[in-house]
C-alpha cells in the first residue's frame, strides 16, 4: 500500500461535446504528481466531465490527455493507470466488502489468494479490518465510503480520482470523513483529483483548487490565494459567500489601494488594481453593524434572524443590499433599525477587473 | 496494443481455416452430419474456398480472398488509427461482397440479367452458402468491428464493437433480408420469375378489401375484418386487464393470488386450445349449447365459428398480458399524487378519473397496441374457430398450403398485415413521445393508493369474477376434453387419447417410444432447450448496448429492434421460406430456421425485460468496475450479469415457453424430420381428432409448468434476498445523478 508512485496529469486543449452541446470547450490543465486537486464549481460547471475524461469514462471530441507523461487520452478506462471513488460508491451489491476490495486486483490479474490478502490489507487500511464478509447493504453509509475508497486504492493508481464522495454523508460524518481522506492522501502521497461543489470541503482538502465555470476554469490557486484574492465577482460569491458591490479605487500605494464605497474609505490589498471604478468582495463576516452614531456607512436593518453563535441580517444601504453575519452582538438588532456600517480590516478584497 | 494482435491473429486462423478446411459451399446432407468429409476436399461440392477458385471455375470467391488478405495485412502495421481503417475497410467491403456475390450468382450462373450483360455468363453458377463462407463473413464483420475499435471507437472497446455489429449483422440477414425477400416474392414466382401481375391482380382483388358489410352488400375484405377484429381485441383485452389489475392492487379482493395465478395459465397455453375448448363449450355439440337446446329449444346455432368465436378466444388469450403490463402502470402511479389529490377536495371519482387515469394513458395504449398486435398475429384460434370468416393470417397460410399455392398471394397479405401492426406500432411511438409520466420517481414514496369509488369497485369485481369462473370451466374442458370418448357424442371416461399419443412400449429390454406425438414432442423440447438460451443471450445483450452504449444510429438501431415485436409470426413464416428457400442462405426443412425464427422472433421481449432490468441498476455500478481495471466482457460476467439473473430467468422462461407453444411462424417452417408439437396438434385439429388433439395440449400444459419450476429453481431465487437490496439502492442513485451536470443527464436521458 505504500509503493504509490504519484503521476501528474496533464490536458492539453481538451474539448468534449455531447451531440451539439459543448460541456467543455477547451481546457488545458496541470496537475503536480503527489498533490491534491480539488475541481469546484456549480452543476453543470463541467468539472465531473473532466474526472470522467481522466478516467477514460468519457473521450475527448479533440485534445491530449497524459497520466505520468503517457498519452492517455484513446486508452479505455481499464487500461488506465487511474482509479475513482463513485458519488453512488458504486459498491456491488452481490459482492462483500472484501470481494468489492479484491475486484480490481483480480481483474488485474492477482491470483485469488494473493488477492483476497491485498484486498484484506486495503480495508485495515481504512480501519475496516475483519468487516469483509459483510454486504455493501450491512454497513453503514460511512462504512460504504470507506470501501468504496479502500477499493480504489489497493490498485495503487498513479492518480486516484473522487467524484463528489462525500455527498451521501450527513454533515457531521462529512467533517470526519474529509479529513481521513485528506490523511490518507498525504501520509501515502498519491495524486488525487477530488470534485465538489462545496468550497467549504474544497478548502479543507485541497493543495490546489480549481473554479470551473461554463467548461472553462475561472480560477485556480492555492484555497487561501483564491479564498482572499478573488479574480471575479463569480469567484468572490463562490469561495464563501460574498457582497459583490461597486467601488471606485482612490489610490494605489505600496501594494495596498484606498477604495471608497458610497462616503466609506478603506484600505484593502491591491491585487494589481488601478485608481478608478472597481468592485469591492465583502465576507458578510467582515461587516460591522451598529446602531446609527452618525460614523459609516448609513443603512437600514430590513431581515434579522438570530442563529444562536450569530445574527444575520440583510441591510439596505446606499452601495446596494448587503449580507451579514455579526458574531458579536449580544442583543440582535430588530428590522427596521437605522443602523451604520463599518468595514474591518480582513475578509474584504479588491476584484481587478 | 497487445490484446488487439492477439484477437486479429484468432480472427485470422479463422479466416484461414474458412478457406481452406471446410467446404465453401452448402452440403446438402448437413455440415454436421460429417457425411462430407470423405470426399473433402476435391470433390466440387465440398471442396473449401481456396479450391473452388483454383479447380472448379469461380473465380469470383478470389475477391474475398483479396479482401481477406487486405485485412490480414493489418497485422503488420503499428499506426493504430491506419491499422483500424484499413482493417474497417476490409472487412466492410469484405461483407458486402459476400452478400453481392450470394445474391446475383445462383445455382445456373448470374441471378439477374443485368449482372450477366455487364460481366457476360458464367460457365457456371454456385449453390447456397456453406460453412467456409459463413464464417468468413463472420471474420469479415469482426474486422469491421476490431477495426473500429482500434479507431477508438465505443472508447476503444473491442467487445462493444464486435458485439454491436455482430447483432446489426445478425438481425439484418433474418429479420430484415427475409421481409425484403418477401416485398420481392410479392412481384416473383417461387422458382424467382418476375411475374408482378399476381402483385396487381391480388391489391385488387374485392376478398380482400370490398367493403361490402358497410355498403350492404355482402361481406368485407379479409383486411377490414381483421382490423376490426384487432381493434376490438385490443378493446376487450384492455378493458378487462385494466380491471384485473385495478382489482389485484386496489381492492380487497380475497383470491388475489388466484388471480396471479389464472394469468399465468394462458401464457403457458397453445393459442389454439382456447378455441378449441370454446368449441367443446358452445360449438354445435358443445356441451353449453347442447344444454341450452334440450332445456330451452334453443336450435343449435354456428354462432362460434367466425369473428365472435375468434374475439371471445382472443380477448380471453390476451388479457393476461394486458394484465401483466397494467398492474406495473397502475401500481405505478404515486399513491401521494392520488392522496394530493383527495388533499385538493377532490373525491374518489375525480381522482380517479382526473388523476389516477390520466396517468395510466400511456400504459393502457401500450396495452391495446399488444392486444391489437397478438390479435393480427394470432393463428390458432382463428384456424379453429375461423370457419369459412377466415382473418389475414389464416388466409396467408392456406394461400401458401391450400389448393391456390400462390406465394404472390400470400406475400401480399402479409405485406398487408405487416402494414396494419407497424402503423399501429409507429402511432403509439408517435403518441406516447414525450407523454411517459415517470411517475414511480427515486425518492421513497410512501403512502397508500386510495381505494376505488364504490361504483367502479363492483365494476371490475362484475368484470372478474365471471372471467375467472369462465376461465376454470375452460381449463377445466382442457383437462376433462382428453379424457372423453368423443365430444358431444360419446362423454364415457377413457384413456385411449392419452395412450395412442404417448404410450410407450417394451421391445427387446429398450424403450419404444410408440406413441404418435413422441417424434414432434422431443423435437419441441429440443428446440425450445436451444433456442431459449440463446434469446436470452442475445436479448440481454442487445438491452445491455441499447442501456449502456451511446453509438451513431443506435435510436435507429432500437427502433428496428422494437418494430421486429410488430412483425406477426404469419408474416415471419412466409418471409422465411421466401428468403431461406434459394440461395445464398438456404436452411427451409433444417431445425436451423425454427432456432433462428424463434430467436429473433422471441427476442425482443428479452430486450424489453433486460431494458427495464439494466435501467434499475446504476451506471455507475459499470463504471466502477471499468475504473477496477476490468473490460467489458468482465464486467457483463461478474457485475451485470449476477445481478440480472431474475431478467435472465424471465427470458429463459418466456422464450421457452414461445417456442413450445407459438404456431404461426412454426407451421410454415416445419418439415417432416423437423415437426413441432403445436403444428402437429393443429394437424390432428384438421383431421378432427379432437380428443388427441386435447390430450397432446393438457401434456404440454403440464410439461411447461413442471419446466418452469425446474428454472426457477435453477436461476431464480437464490439471490432473491440480495436482488431485494438492489432495488433498494438503485433510487438513491438514481436521485444523485441529477446532480451531477450535464455529462451525466446527457448519458441516462
Known sequence: ?353 | MQNGNRRLDILILLGAAAFLLVPWYRIDRGFFGLSWVPDFPFSSNVAPGLLQIASHDRPWIAIALLLFLIGASARLMTNASSRGLLMAIAGGAGVLFLAAQGLAISFSGWAWTITETVFGPLSQGQPSMGAGAVTLSVVFVLFFAFGLAERGAMKGDAFITGSISLLIFLVTVFVFYPIGSMFAGSVQDFDGSFRPDGLIRNMQDPGIWSLGCITGDGRCGVAWRTLWLAVMTGLGSTIMGLAFALVATRTQFPFKKGLRLLTVLPIITPPFVIGLALTLLFGRSGVITEALSALFGIEPGRWLYGLTGIWIAQVLSFTPISFLVLIGVVEGVSPSLEEASQTLRAGRWKTFLKVSLPLMKPGLANAFLIGFIESMADFGNPLVLGGSHGVLSTEIFFAVVGSQNDPSRAAVLAMILLTFTLTAFMAQRFWLKGKNYATVTGKGDSGAHIALPRGLNWGVHGIVVPWMIFTVIVYGMIIFGGFVKTWGLDHSLTIEHYAKAFSISFADGAIAWTGVAWNSFWTTMEIALISAPLTAAVGLLTAYIIVRQKFAGQNAFEFALMMSFAIPGTVIGISYILAFNLPPLEMTGSALILIACFVFRNMPVGVRGGIAAMSQLDKSLDEASLTLRANSARTMRKVILPLLRPAITAALVYSFVRAITSISAVIFLVSAEYNMATSYIVGLVENGEYGVAIAYSSMLIFVMITIIAGFQMLVGERRLRRENRVAGTAPKTQSNSGTQGPSVQEKTA
Do not use: W
Open chain 1, 1 to 353: 500500500m505504500t509503493t504509490f508512485k504519484p503521476g501528474s496529469v496533464v490536458f492539453e486543449h481538451v474539448r468534449k461535446d455531447f451531440g451539439s452541446f459543448t460541456a467543455i470547450p477547451d481546457l488545458s490543465l496541470t496537475i503536480e504528481p503527489g498533490t491534491l486537486v480539488t475541481l469546484l464549481g456549480p452543476s453543470g460547471c463541467g468539472k465531473t466531465t473532466t474526472l470522467r475524461m481522466l478516467a477514460g469514462l468519457e473521450h475527448p471530441t479533440s485534445g491530449r490527455i497524459l497520466i505520468g507523461g503517457k498519452d492517455v487520452t484513446m486508452l479505455p478506462a481499464h487500461s488506465r493507470d487511474v482509479s475513482m471513488v463513485f458519488q453512488s460508491y458504486a459498491l456491488f451489491p452481490h459482492m462483500s466488502a472484501l470481494e468489492n476490495v479484491a475486484y480490481g486486483l483480480e481483474s488485474s490479474g492477482l491470483k485469488g489468494k494473493e488477492a483476497k490478502e491485498k484486498a484484506e490489507e486495503g480495508l485495515a487500511q481504512v480501519g475496516l479490518a475483519g468487516m469483509g464478509h459483510r454486504l455493501p447493504a450491512e454497513l453503514s453509509g460511512g462504512q460504504q465510503q470507506r470501501v468504496a475508497v479502500a477499493r480504489a486504492l489497493v490498485l495503487e493508481p498513479q492518480v486516484l480520482l473522487l467524484d463528489e464522495p462525500l455527498s451521501n454523508l450527513d454533515a457531521r460524518l462529512r467533517r470526519r470523513v474529509r479529513t481521513e481522506i485528506r490523511e490518507l492522501q498525504q501520509r501515502l502521497g498519491f495524486t488525487a483529483v477530488y470534485v465538489t461543489h462545496d468550497q467549504d470541503e474544497a478548502l479543507a482538502v485541497s493543495d490546489t483548487i480549481v473554479v470551473m465555470k461554463d467548461g472553462h476554469i475561472a480560477q485556480s490557486g492555492a484555497p487561501r490565494d483564491l479564498y482572499e484574492a478573488p479574480a471575479s465577482s463569480f469567484i468572490a460569491d463562490f469561495m464563501g459567500e460574498a457582497n459583490v458591490v461597486p467601488c471606485s479605487v482612490v489610490s494605489v500605494e505600496g501594494g495596498m489601494a484606498l477604495v471608497r464605497v458610497g462616503d466609506l474609505e478603506h484600505k484593502v490589498p491591491s491585487s494589481g488594481a488601478r485608481p478608478g471604478s472597481a468592485q469591492l468582495a465583502i465576507r458578510p463576516g467582515a461587516v460591522g453593524v451598529s446602531e446609527r452614531n452618525g460614523s459609516g456607512l448609513a443603512g437600514k436593518v430590513l431581515t434579522s434572524a438570530y442563529l444562536g453563535d450569530h445574527v444575520e441580517y440583510e441591510v439596505e444601504t446606499a452601495a446596494g443590499t448587503l449580507f451579514v453575519t455579526d458574531h458579536t452582538v449580544t442583543t440582535p438588532l430588530p428590522s427596521q433599525t437605522e443602523v451604520s456600517i463599518n468595514l474591518r480590516p480582513r475578509g474584504i478584497a479588491l476584484i481587478a477587473a
